[in-house]
């Protein structure tokens, strides 16, 4: 190359490099304008799309209180007061029209490349304060007019993350408020177009205090018939404190599954109360639980069918209903309940102070059990109506269990074997109808039998023990002369035919009083008869 080539290549080579370097920065700047234009209306824009997507998606009025844009690591994205309002007031329990659903605060973010993208997709919504309205069921027509509105839906989510979510069902039902569910934290992911969302969910329950984690599918959302929604999963329930519930302690856990529609949960699990007891008596029973039940979700009543609970070692199975009330505000249980073979002394350690349990043996019984709603111990608002039947009873109190001995030896016309200091320990059975209410046991018609000797008595009983009264009459087989010995056995033999009546060698009035520690039986001669204690059944409210 010649020199003069050389110096001509020297020269335009420096010129060509900074044509290139000229054209590089003007391409920078234009692209740094650009996107420092569409940075600078983010704002709006993202503000307008989300509006359009959540009113084309929900075909609602939408309002949004406040939007802002960040530029920290890519678009970060807030805002606050978000409300989607459907044809009415789906709540009118509380002031002003509600929305649908409201969202307390809002945030996401994305990168520069996915909001150029249309539509914007975004991997993860995180929520504060969702609250979910459900129209009452008469009017859940207006649900329908919020599928697809036709609109272009110009931002796509991935997920949702929620803290402290209310869903709220409310009714038009008289006498009852609306359904609430206080969610601590709720985790949402779609799996699919038109397909249901994955939930992790984690409640506080308010009554039994208690932790709720829940997990599974709900969805796809049937706008047409929201009761339709299907719904499935698995639940623990963890340290529930019975202690909140006034008359009864204990420390509750739980576990099951469910599935079905949002107004036909079916639901089996089990619960485990290692300390469960009740007020009146104050002692620790180990109580198991196995239940199968039906769950409206749109309205929180609950139907078992059936539960069987384990105390001790006796089984106590019951069917019936949970229904949620607002005047008083609770919930009314109306059950079945039946106990086929179990141990009487269980139950009295459940439910009677005295220990140990004043009477042994095996039980058969039916009541209906009625729980009221409202503020008093439960003990105080439990209703009972039913028969029983225990065999093969025993007392545990030798002084007691002595007088069950002498009765049925002296009745059988073995008055010296009624006074030896042998134990003979006779079984006695008994059988008849209750009713409880305020803590007092009532008894109709009960029947108590030894060997020898029938009773029919009618009379209270209190669950703490303090009270007796029964009244009635005892039949036995021998004549009164041949119940005692001696000179008085020749004294009574005038009397014999004027106590001995309809077929039996004796017939006395009887009575039973005192405490549970010191009951006193006796004749009751003074008496008048009370039939009225024949009628002691209570109206159960429908």
Known sequence: MSESQQNSHRKKTPVSRWHWIVGIALLLIVVITVVGIMIFNARPILRTRVIESLSARFKSKVELDAFDVSLVKGLQVSGEGLRLFGDGDPNNHEPGVQPLIGVAEFRFGMGILDFLRSPMRVKTVYLKGLRLNLPPREQRGQMKNMGPAG???????????CDEAQLIINTLRPGKLPLEFDIKSLKMTSIGPDGPMHFDADLTNPKPVGNVLSSGLFGPWQADSPRDTAVSGTYSFNHADLGTIKGIGGILSSTGEYGGTLDNIIVDGKTDTPDFRIATSGRIVPLHTEFHAIVDG??????????????????????????????????RVELDVAIEKGKIEDLLKLAVRTDPPIMTGLVRLKTKFYLTPGEPDVPNRLKLAGTFQVSGAHFPDRKLQAKVDALSRRSQGKPKLAEDKIPDDVSSDLKGSFSLANGIISFSDLAFQVPGT?????????????????????????????????????????????F????????????????????????????KDDNSGKNAKFSQRK
């Not at 069987?308 to 019951?318: E, P």
């Not at 009983?461 to 029964?470: E, R």
């Not at 039996?504 to 039973?512: I, N």
């Open 151 to 161: 609109g272009k839906i110009k931002i796509l989510v991935d997920s949702f993350v």
């Open 298 to 331: 749109t309205s929180g009543d609950t139907y078992l069918q059936p539960v069987k609970a384990k105390i001790l070692n006796s089984w106590v199975v019951a069917n019936g209903s949970v229904v949620q009330t607002n005047d008083p505000k609770g919930h």
């Open 454 to 498: 029938r009773v029919n008595l009618a009379g209270k009983y209190s669950l703490d023990g303090n009270q007796f009264d029964f009244h009635g009459k005892a039949r036995m087989d021998a004549k009164l002369s041949q119940m005692v010995t001696g000179w008085k056995a020749i004294l009574l033999k005038p009397a014999d035919p004027f």
């Open 500 to 527: 001995s009546k309809n077929g039996a060698g004796t017939e006395l009035p009887v009575k039973v009083t005192g405490t549970k520690s010191e009951p006193h039986f006796g004749s009751d001669f003074g008496h």
